[in-house]
């Protein structure tokens, strides 16, 4: 475990983020140490979800270093916002396509013949070849 860490903190020491050879360099501006310190509690409320907001609304009056942070923070807050709906849509996409098959199948268990909408009239241009190389007439 020991020997995980100091790997992670040689890692962020050599600032190697991106891949061999590339660093990421440090934000343009310079923070003084107090201002740092006075900042870095609301700094860290930046990457909790949804109180990012909190060191963007304060604003570069209240803390520089912690202001900075919170931009990023509200980029990547809607990130995840973006990737969550994406999951969400997949999710509802799938519990349809179950629905459907329920359906389907208690179609077929009684008999009938049922097309889905949108996607039974992509069912029939899909045709099978003949295995006698006759065509359908």
């Known amino acids: 475990m020991k020997e995980s860490i100091g790997f992670i903190r040689d890692f962020a020491r050599r600032g190697r983020f ?8 440090p934000s343009e501006e310079v923070f003084d ?13 930046a990457y909790v979800p949804i109180l990012c907001f909190i060191p963007l609304i304060q604003g ?12 990023q923070g509200v980029v990547l807050f809607l990130f995840e916002i973006i ?42 241009k899909l045709e099978s070849p003949d295995p006698e190389g006759n065509r359908n007439k």
């Not at 900042?39 to 409320?45: E, K, N």
């Not at 570069?60 to 931009?71: D, E, I, L, S, V």
């Open 18 to 25: 991106l891949g061999e050879g590339n660093t990421m360099s």
């Open 33 to 45: 140490a107090d201002e740092v310190d006075e900042g870095r509690a609301m700094a860290l409320l």
């Open 60 to 71: 570069k009056k209240a803390n520089k270093f912690a202001y900075q942070h919170g931009k």
């Open 83 to 124: 990737a969550l709906m994406g999951a969400l849509f997949w999710k509802v996409a799938l519990f349809l396509a179950a629905v459907v098959a329920i359906v389907g199948i208690i179609f077929v268990i009684q008999g009938k013949a049922w097309k889905i909408p949108w996607i039974g009239p992509l069912g029939d």
